[in-house]
């Protein structure tokens, strides 16, 4: 059969695993990874170019956190606008440090912006965009907004671990990828890069998400394709509640790891940290729970797993004498609800390798298994 695999997780050693496993069976793999200098290549900047302009953003602003919305919006201009700029110039080959050094240099930028005109005009939308913004009357107001912009860009692309697997060309095309069911394991060296890594899992975990939906085709003709992200928390973004939501009619199965429920309330776009985890809990149709979870974690898979109906029943004897009855006199069933699965026992009740699973199965409401153990 047939089947496409993603791995991103921030460690190494499940990354290492896959591709040593592909080693041992002959199959093609992709390993990606900062901390090996032979690694494989994954350049942020190839794809479409609104796809590429769009992470670069979103990666971006997790980068900067919370501030104020003037800073947050003219940032986010500057950056969309720059990468769409030299997209537009050189397709592929660009990389981060390109968008650094024109960002930086506004005499680059401003012969950027005249290499595009004298190909698109100077009508163009994106042409009149910088001569009117960055270029323009208030242009050193604008190089002092963008000091935040490039000091976060700086910090990616100096990183000599870091910017050699996202600098030069590609070692993967993510629709060929996709379309011939690649194998791609990628190390984001969460230890050595810190929030540098997250980023690059973020670039990933995006291109992947808009190379599902690219897919061409129909259900029955798409390789099934697996996506696992270990700390998914790490990377997630605001077009996961768009994944979630179609990923399996583009026939791609996301396997999403955490380590606690409150991991998944982070604050993406226009979703709000609340609404993010109750969007991934309710798209996650199988759910899988092993022991020791905190009390607020335990309580909350429980009633996720749902409730049980079960019957009680109480008998009544009639007192006698000298011999007493065997047989009760009359029944009494009272039917009650409980909890499937107690939250106490996804605290404390689970042996080692074993864990309780909320499954879909053939489209049927889920059933909630316990006691479930790896092999």
Do not use: W
């Amino acid at each position: 059969v047939e089947l496409g695999l993603s791995v991103v997780e921030p460690k190494g050693d499940v990354a290492a695993m896959v591709a040593e496993m592909c080693g041992e069976m002959d199959l093609p793999c992709v390993h990606v990874d900062p901390e090996h200098s032979r690694s494989a290549v994954f350049n942020p900047m190839e794809g479409d170019m609104d796809d590429v302009a769009e992470a670069t953003v979103v990666v971006l602003k997790s980068l900067f956190g919370k501030q104020e919305a003037f800073f947050a919006t003219v940032q986010e201009l500057a950056a969309r606008n720059v990468t769409k700029l030299l997209k537009r110039l050189y397709g592929d080959d660009v990389t981060l440090s390109d968008v650094v050094r024109t960002i930086r240099d506004p005499i680059l930028l401003e012969d950027k912006v005249k290499e595009l005109s004298s190909k698109v005009g100077e009508y163009d939308e994106l042409v009149q965009f910088f001569h009117s913004e960055l270029l323009g009357a208030q242009k050193e107001k604008y190089q002092q907004f963008v000091i935040g912009l490039r000091a976060q860009l700086e910090n990616l692309v100096s990183n000599t671990h870091l910017s050699r697997v996202i600098s030069g060309k590609s070692s993967i095309n993510i629709d060929r990828h996709f379309a011939e069911g690649g194998i791609l394991a990628v190390n984001t060296a969460m230890g050595r890069l810190r929030k540098a890594g997250d980023a690059f899992g973020q670039f990933v975990v995006m291109h992947l998400q808009s190379g599902a939906f690219r897919r061409p085709g129909s259900e029955r003709t798409r390789i099934p394709h697996f996506l696992i992200v270990d700390e998914y928390s790490r990377y997630i973004n605001p077009d996961v509640e768009l994944f979630l939501s179609i990923a399996a009619e583009y026939r791609v199965a996301g396997i999403f790891a955490i380590q606690s429920l409150g991991q998944l309330e982070v604050e993406s776009g226009k979703i709000g940290a609340k609404a993010m985890k109750q969007s991934i809990m309710t798209s996650c149709r199988n759910k899988i729970a092993f022991g020791g979870l905190s009390a607020e974690d335990a309580i909350e898979f429980s009633r996720e797993f749902g409730k049980k109906k079960v019957i009680r029943r109480e008998s009544t004897f009639k007192q006698q004498t000298l011999i007493p009855n065997i047989l009760p006199e009359t029944y009494r069933d009272t039917v009650k609800e409980e909890d499937r699965i107690f939250y106490t026992q996804l605290m404390d009740g689970l042996p080692r390798f074993h864990f309780v699973a909320k499954l879909l199965r053939d489209g049927v409401p889920p059933v909630s298994y316990n006691n479930l153990t790896l092999p």
